[in-house]
Each structure stands twice: as structure tokens, then as C-alpha cells.
């Protein structure tokens, strides 16, 4: 069975502008979900926003990624669900040249991609679990375009804001943008502090509190 929902509404620009503004690696010491894990970029020195677009294929069957290629707006960023599949690679040169003419600012594939050089010269940003030369097959049985799905053990909703760099990618509603940038402001403002206190000679198991939380622990030992 096949599933072909509307595609989303796209993330205010303005909402997105402020997400660029962030790194994933901030994003994760205030926020403990949303963050992808387990992929790898192929080109690491990039950071992207945009909307989610999402893609469920099958093992081997990956006929609904280069359908969804001609769905793909400017500014979206594309999701593939291999449900678990580590054989087949489901995206190479040519998928990617097809997302980057069609405006898509990333690909992240939960699961393996063909072609590492022809991907990185396509200048296209790319996340994935890896590399193989064993390529699925466009069979339509089935899949969905636009479903949730899950990518790096994260859900992702089409519509999604998604934020994307070497360190990793993440992924919330685009209403917790706002609250989400202040959080990382406030924490950011305290990290100067301390590394104005490290470079001070401070020890940072002090600064953070790790050394007195290993002293309790230490001491609970030795209480009879």
C-alpha cells in the first residue's frame, strides 16, 4: 500500500532565520529529544534550516524517493525512513542532484547512500548511516510520503522545523523556536562566565559540580 499525503505548510522564514542562529550541539544540552543520532554528514562543514518533508520506503523499495523529488519545494529538507533497512542505499548522485534542483537544502537518511564523492560534489548536505554498493529498487509496493516517521531513533512530523550541521541534526514544532532560542541564550550567557573562571585556574569538575556530586557518591560508599 501506498500513502501520498499533502505536503506541509512551509516554517515562517523569519522562525527559521532564528533557528539558524543556533548549533545543534546548544540545542542539546537544553533539550533532550528532538536530537537525531547515529547519523553522519557528508559534508561537514554545512548548517541548514528548513521544513520538513518526510518519506517512508521500504527495504528495497525505494520508488517514492524519486517520486517525492518532484514534490520538493525550495527550502525543504527531506526525511527517509528505511524502516530499520542496513543493506540497500536508497539515495546516490543522481537522487541527489534531483533534491538539489528542486531547492531541497538537506537529505537525512536513516539508513545507506550510494556514491560519497559524486554526493559531496553535487554540494548537496547530506546525513546518513553510512555507505553501500547495493542499490534498492524503484518497485512501488509500497510506502508513504508525508507520514511521521522516525529518523536517528527521533520522530519527525512533516512541518517540522529542522536544524543541521556536522555535529548532528534537530528537529521540533516550529511554535517552540521562540522559547527554545531564549533557552540557549540563557545557558550560553552562564557558559562565559565559566570559561572565564577556567581560564582563571577554576577546575571544571568545580565549575559544573561533577567533583561535589562524586564527593557525596564517595562518602555514601563509605557510610556504614
Not at 520508488?63 to 542505499?89: E, K, N, S, T, Y
Not at 533557552?183 to 570559561?195: H, I, M, N, P
Request: charged share 20%.
Amino acid at each position: 500500500m501506498i500513502k501520498i499525503h499533502p505536503m506541509p505548510a512551509p516554517v515562517d522564514p523569519a522562525l527559521l532565520a532564528k533557528l539558524a542562529a543556533l548549533e545543534p550541539a546548544d540545542i542539546g544540552h537544553v533539550r533532550y529529544y528532538g536530537v537525531v543520532g547515529g547519523l553522519q554528514a557528508v559534508i561537514p562543514d554545512r548548517r541548514v534550516v528548513g521544513t520538513a518533508v518526510t518519506v517512508l520506503a521500504p527495504p528495497l523499495d525505494s520508488a517514492l524517493i524519486p517520486h517525492v523529488m518532484g514534490l520538493l519545494r525550495p527550502g525543504d529538507f527531506l526525511f527517509i525512513d528505511r524502516l530499520g533497512d542496513r543493506r540497500h542505499a536508497s539515495l546516490g548522485g543522481v537522487v541527489a542532484l534531483a533534491a538539489k534542483l528542486a531547492g531541497a537544502v538537506g537529505v537525512a537518511v536513516d539508513g545507506l547512500v550510494s556514491d560519497w564523492d559524486e554526493l559531496r560534489e553535487r554540494d548537496l548536505p547530506v546525513w546518513c548511516a553510512g555507505t553501500t554498493a547495493l542499490i534498492s529498487k524503484a518497485l512501488a509496493a509500497g510506502g508513504a510520503i508525508n507520514s511521521p516517521v522516525v529518523c536517528g531513533g527521533v520522530a519527525v512530523t512533516p512541518g517540522d522545523a529542522v536544524l543541521a550541521d556536522g555535529s548532528g541534526i534537530c528537529v521540533l514544532p516550529a511554535g517552540e523556536i521562540d522559547e527554545l532560542a531564549e533557552a540557549v541564550a540563557a545557558r550560553k550567557a552562564e557558559g562565559k562566565g565559566r570559561l572565564a573562571r577556567l581560564m582563571a585556574g577554576e577546575k571544571l569538575g568545580d565549575l559544573n559540580g561533577a567533583s561535589e556530586k562524586i564527593a557525596r557518591t564517595l562518602a555514601a560508599q563509605k557510610a556504614p
